[in-house]
């Protein structure tokens, strides 16, 4: 398939485009809600578009493309989609990570938790937390919640199917990455996938029952009162049950 169709218009979107189309959305495929998604115009399709209008491009799923590529999913079906979304009718995007059965590590910057069962727990709640397989042949499962600065909650993950509120300013997959943001230029959390056994969280900025944490880079940050931060370098937590224990009461 070329790069530019018959009037020359190249296949990328700019990138406000894609922001607008992914908030209009709800951050998920129009027609069933899967996370995962590829950018389809439908009102005209990409090989009669003079521009790439925000307007007639929507989110489909893989599978979803696939079947309008085939011809065996309408425009008027994509387009009546695109009218009602389902993400945001069901109020978020989801997916599910693909963990396998042995133990897992979980990194937090440069911070690693291995066959931890709560990595991070907030008085007494488990904030991220990790659960054996519950039959033989099963995956391990990851549980957790994530939060802006703000404290309102981004992404939750139970076990291992996780869900973006469609209500997030913007939520971009990218590869084996989700990025949400609450404003231009402001990431609350970048998180990257490594199956079958690993899970890195690239850059955090969260405050979860008034104790905010932060992660970019290396640095692994902690503050009970956002203004004096403890920061944690290169650590690492093994073999426990609970991995990081934080109490403000």
């Not at 406000?16 to 998920?28: L, P």
């Not at 387009?79 to 997916?95: Q, T, V, Y």
């Not at 230029?185 to 104790?211: C, T, W, Y």
């Amino acid at each position: 398939m070329g790069e530019r169709n018959k009037h020359g218009l190249g296949r990328t979107i700019p990138a406000e485009v894609k922001r607008i189309v992914r908030k209009r959305c709800g951050f998920g495929c129009v027609r069933c809600g899967l996370a995962l998604y590829d950018y389809e115009h439908f009102d005209p399709d990409f090989k009669d578009a003079l521009t790439h209008d925000e307007n007639g491009i929507t989110l489909l799923c893989m599978q979803c493309n696939q079947k309008r590529n085939r011809g065996v999913l309408s425009v008027e079906t994509v387009r009546e989609a695109n009218k009602h979304p389902k993400c945001l009718s069901d109020g978020f995007a989801s997916e599910t990570f693909d963990f396998g059965t042995k133990s897992m590590t979980v990194i937090v910057a440069s911070h690693e938790f291995i066959d931890c069962c709560t990595l991070i727990a907030i008085n007494d709640f488990p904030v991220l937390s990790i659960r054996p397989p519950e039959n033989i042949g099963e995956p391990y499962r990851l549980s957790g919640r994530f939060a802006d600065e703000t404290g309102e909650i981004t992404l939750a993950i139970k076990d291992n199917v996780w869900a973006a509120g469609a209500d997030n300013w913007d939520v971009e997959c990218v590869g084996p990455r989700i990025i949400i943001k609450n404003g231009p230029r402001r990431v609350a959390l970048k998180i990257k996938s490594e199956p079958p056994h690993r899970i890195i969280i690239e850059q955090l900025n969260m405050q979860f029952d008034g104790i905010a944490l932060r992660a970019e880079n290396e640095k692994f940050e902690i503050s009970f009162d956002g203004k004096n931060w403890t920061s944690f370098v290169g650590g690492g937590v093994a073999g426990c049950n609970v991995g990081i224990d934080l109490r403000n009461r």
